[in-house]
């Protein structure tokens, strides 16, 4: 099956940057749609954004809009999500997500496969 690994978390200052990536397997990878997705301690799991299949079409949650950038590489198998001006409250643990259907959804339980989390810590 398909698998998703994530990289590029870290520790970083308030107003720093990182780059998350998540390697996908499979030959399949542009026909899916991709989604970052983090969950904070004692909260529920959110979305952070999502990218269409082609990388047309994107989402962002209204905290990271502006700061943050999805994308994705087709020819490489690789979703990217480029965050900048980090702020303490955008330390989580993020993940990688995948969704066979094209259909845009906000419900963690529609995406098929996922990544094994990658922690963001923001300091003041």
């Known amino acids: 099956q398909v698998q998703l690994v994530e990289s590029g978390g870290g520790l970083v200052q308030a107003g720093g940057s990182l780059r998350l990536s998540c390697a996908v397997s499979?030959?399949?990878?542009?026909?899916?749609?991709m989604g970052w997705w983090r969950q904070a301690p004692g909260k529920e799991r959110e979305i952070v954004a999502h990218i269409g299949r082609s990388g047309g079409t994107t989402y962002y949650t209204t905290y990271v809009k502006g700061r943050f950038t999805i994308s994705r590489d087709n020819a490489k198998n690789t979703l990217y999500l480029q965050m900048n001006n980090l702020k303490p409250e955008d330390t989580a643990v993020y993940y990688c997500a995948a969704r066979t259907r094209s259909s845009p959804t906000y419900n963690p339980a529609a995406y098929d496969y996922w990544g094994q989390g990658n922690r963001v810590t923001v300091s003041s």
């Open positions: 499979g030959r399949t990878f542009s026909t899916y749609t």
